[in-house]
């Protein structure tokens, strides 16, 4: 049956990012599906206290990981602070990253450096770190959350679309590598879904992102609407999709 195979009962689910916006509406669809589900933040850690009240888990045993990936070792200091805290992680999620809109002839290097480490370097880093037991086990999944500027870059952001479509790329890659070992990597390319991201005001740019976030369908989406999927591709019922790109996003990619 197929509520069986979404079951996620006995997996423990790592969702990077997940203290607001699509990370944390995945987060709690995992809860709900039987996942127990570490929560990461980087900044606020109300925010990702206000996830664990939303979540059907026991409140005391939701463990919250604090963590600031685009930092030298970020990644190895979040996988031993949740090594301490379950044996194996089942599913791995990669959803926090940065973008930063300006246009092109303003980005630094700085600016550069920051969202290659945060959105590109972090993921290949997290994989390394735990797919290890993954393999071991002979069970995983790896999602990660792309975008539909993978195909449809904004002009005001040109590294962060650029990192993106480097992701889907590694995606390919490892997913190729990892298929005969019971372990799917899927990429989840949003579209405009209304986050407080997407709320950011940003002057010099705002009336160029918002002549391209008109859809086909019309409007912007919801977080719980990438939650959905990313439940079906951590789950058994998605045992065999890997190495694809899913967009989630009214149509905007057509």
């Known amino acids: 049956m197929l509520s069986e195979r979404l079951n996620l009962s006995g997996k423990t689910a790592v969702v990077t990012g997940s203290s607001q916006g699509i990370g944390k509406a995945i987060a709690i669809a995992l809860a709900e599906y039987g996942a127990k589900v570490i929560i990461h933040y980087h900044a606020e850690r109300k925010d990702a206290e206000q996830v664990v009240r939303e979540m ?8 919250i990981v604090k963590a600031d990936f685009s930092k030298p070792n970020g990644v190895k200091d979040f996988f031993q602070k949740v090594s301490a805290i379950a044996d194996t992680v089942d599913i791995l999620v990669i959803n926090a990253s940065v973008q930063i809109a300006k246009e092109w002839e303003q980005v630094t290097e700085k600016d550069v450096d920051l969202q290659i480490n945060a959105n590109f370097k972090s993921t290949l880093l997290l994989m390394q770190q735990f797919t290890p ?31 993106k479509s480097a992701v889907f790329n590694l995606v390919q890659n490892i997913a190729l590598q990892l298929a005969d070992k019971g372990i799917t990597v899927n990429n989840l390319a949003p579209g405009v879904i209304e986050t407080p991201r997407i709320k950011e005001s940003v002057p010099e740019v705002e009336e160029r992102i918002a002549q391209r976030m008109t859809t086909p369908e019309g409007g912007m989406g919801q977080p719980e609407d990438c939650a959905g999927m990313a439940v079906f591709l951590c789950s058994d019922a998605g045992r065999y999709i890997t190495g694809q790109n899913i967009f989630v996003d009214g149509g905007m990619s057509l």
């Open 56 to 63: 059907n888990q026991p409140k005391n045993k939701v463990p």
């Open 133 to 163: 037991a993954m393999i071991k086990k002979g069970w995983g999944r790896i999602l990660t959350i792309g975008s539909v500027q993978q195909v449809k870059p904004h002009p005001a952001m040109i590294v962060y679309a650029a990192t």
